[in-house]
Every structure is written in C-alpha cells, then in structure tokens.
C-alpha cells in the first residue's frame, strides 16, 4: 500500500497552518492523504523518526526541528546543503523516484524555505537586489541568505544580540561569494535595497532598535505573518512591510511537489489551481 501519511512536526506547533494548506493540494489532487500536526520536542526528534513505519510519506518540519532533519537526512538538496537546515524530508516508504544518489532506505532533505523566499519576493515584484539586512541569524536566516544570494545580492548586513552569533551566516555568505558584517541592533546601519527579519514568532525589538532597522532599510520581507502587522513592521512606515505568508505559501507548494513527484523542480499538474486552492484554504480568498 502506498505510503499515505504526513505531519509537520516542530514545537511549538499548535500554530501551525500547514495541514491547511497541505490538505487542500491533496483534496484539489485527489489524493486521500492525511496531514497532521505533532509536537516533538528536539531531544525526541530521532526517537519518534525511528518509530514511524512504512505508512508515513513524509514530514514537514519547523522549528527548532531543521537541523535535527538535516542530519537525519541520507540525502540532501544544494540548498539545505549549504544552509545546515532541512524542512522537509521524504521518507523511505514514499513510492516516488528518488534523486539520483540517494539511498532507499533512509529519509531525503530538502530545504524549500529559500524558494519559497524567493517566490515570495518575485510576487512583489522584487526579483534582483545588490544588497541585504537580514535580522536575525536562526536557521530561516540561513535560507534567508541562500534567497538572497539567488537575486544576485552581494552585500549583507547580518543583524544579532550577539556577534557570534552571526559567525556560521558569515561563513555561509563566503561559500555563495556574498561580503557579510555582523551589527548589533542598535545600529548604525548602512542603507540596504531589502530588509528581511527572521526573527522567532512573537519577538519584539525596543522600538529604537525597531526604529534604527526602519531607516534606509529598503522593503521589509518579515518571515512573520501572524499577528500582522508584526511589531517591527509597524515600524515601516517609509517603504512597503511585507507579510512572510507568502513563504509560507510557496515553500509548501515546492513540498508537494516533493511528496507527490519526489523532485522539488516538478511542477505539478495544474499547478497554479492548486497554489490557488491552498491560499484560499488559510486566507480565504
């Protein structure tokens, strides 16, 4: 029997719009799929991956979960290879061709978080950018970077509580020929064409940091996307805030595409039907 059950798995995870969106791909395609949601804490993740068996396809994960899947994963993608995050993994029972290289029995990685960006971005008509200030420096910022490096960005200013923080984004900016700095919150800041916070749902900024980031920042991408606005896009009031549901959206599509095709460059059969009918399941337009 086919392989029929998927879940997203992070914690939290009450929050999580995922089955929504998952389950209207697999209704419009007519697949009789289930999409759950599982809160598994990230010193349990490798226990309750061992314990699935031949009946789950695959899983989305979310945070803190990504890094703990990358090195689950007996194959991953170039992107998530070069940010260190997975968040989605096909498992062995899925009945789909497998890349070329990747082992049958253990779970595939991929990181859909950067086109997702980048799909996000291009429907706002923002399709190359020069330079970046990306806030934060979680496993999102990587992918952040990774889009970034896509519309051909060569300068970043990596924003972090701490600088060390900022090390591994630095080192990752260096394999994709990007020149990155590490700033505080406080500032200054240089002008930048874009702006895209990754910060953890829920996190606020004093609003002079808020502030600071506001000036000459260009556009803010906000990966957050409920509440919205979010507490630093209220802060943008020169250039355009920027929801994160359309990543959201768009990284979910390519994980379909995955589930279903086992490629992430596969389109689907209508496609465009089926980014529409998921949008329609969560904002209800």
């Not at 253990?106 to 971005?121: C, K, M, R, S, Y």
């Not at 990587?142 to 090390?167: F, K, M, N, T």
């Amino acid at each position: 029997m086919s392989a029929s059950r998927l879940a997203v798995w992070g914690d939290p995870i009450a929050h999580s719009r995922s089955p929504q969106l998952h389950g209207a791909a697999y209704s419009l395609l007519g697949l009789d799929w289930s999409f759950e949601r599982v809160r598994v804490a990230e010193d349990r993740f490798d226990a309750v991956l061992a314990g699935l068996d031949a009946s789950w396809r695959g899983l989305a994960v979310t945070m803190p979960l990504k890094e703990r899947a990358w090195n689950a994963a007996g194959w991953r993608d170039r992107r998530a290879e070069l940010t260190g995050a997975v968040n989605t993994l096909l498992l062995p029972g899925a009945d789909v061709p497998r890349p070329v290289g990747a082992p049958s029995d253990a779970p595939v990685g991929f990181n859909t978080d950067v086109g997702g960006i980048v799909a996000a971005l291009a429907d706002e008509g923002i399709t190359r950018i020069g330079s970046l200030r990306l806030v934060g420096a979680g496993a999102t910022s990587a992918s952040a970077l990774a889009a970034a490096a896509e519309l051909g960005a060569g300068r970043v200013a990596i924003v972090a509580r701490r600088a060390e923080r900022a090390r591994p984004l630095i080192d990752i900016a260096e394999r994709l020929g990007i020149t990155a700095t590490a700033e505080s919150f406080g500032g200054p800041h240089a002008a930048t064409d874009l702006t895209i916070a990754a910060l953890p749902g829920g996190a606020e900024l004093p609003d002079p940091h808020a502030a600071a980031l506001a000036r000459d920042g260009g556009p803010l991408f906000d990966v957050a996307y409920h509440p919205w606005p979010s507490q630093l896009a209220t802060h943008w009031t020169g250039e355009r805030a920027i929801a994160g549901f359309g990543m959201l959206l768009h990284q979910a599509v390519l994980q379909v595409r995955i589930f279903t095709t086992g490629s992430v460059d596969q389109p689907l059969e209508n496609e465009d039907d089926v980014r529409a009918e998921m949008r329609s399941a969560v904002m209800g337009d």
